[in-house]
Nanobody, 121 residues
Framework: QVQLVESGGGSVQSGGSLRLSCTAS????????MAWFRQVPGEEREEIAV???????VYADSVKGRFTISQNNNKNTLYLQMNSLRPEDTAMYYC???????????????RGQGTQVTVSS
């Protein structure tokens, strides 16, 4: 069983920055991927950044060049550095994890409770 807890959300003005964190705990018996999603009420969930099991990184076009996904050396904390934030980035942000095979576009077994990001113009 894996638990994921996000933090770091908040309110920021357009053009500002935030850094989200996701701490993973549990039993990890094989290689795994981690990802960030976001969702606005009434809209589909959007997969925005994926860190593959062997270090590959994929971004959605909507955040490419502005957001950076990374992980600590112990691989138990995932980060999302968000720069040049826009009002359309306002959403609930979730982290997710799944064991290989995994990657961008795959289904995800574990997901956190989310942290809200609000960007005002």
């Amino acid at each position: 069983q894996v638990q994921l807890v996000e933090s770091g959300g908040g309110s920021v003005q357009s053009g500002g920055s935030l850094r989200l964190s996701c701490t993973a705990s549990g039993y990890f018996n094989s290689e795994y991927c981690m990802a960030w999603f976001r969702q606005v009420p009434g809209e589909e969930r959007e997969e925005i950044a994926v860190l593959g099991a062997f270090g590959s990184i994929v971004y959605a076009d909507s955040v490419k060049g502005r957001f950076t996904i990374s992980q600590n050396n112990n691989k138990n904390t995932l980060y999302l550095q968000m720069n040049s934030l826009r009002p359309e980035d306002t959403a609930m942000y979730y982290c997710a994890l799944d064991f290989a095979p995994c990657g961008f576009g795959f289904s995800w077994e574990y997901r956190g409770q989310g942290t809200q990001v609000t960007v005002s113009s």
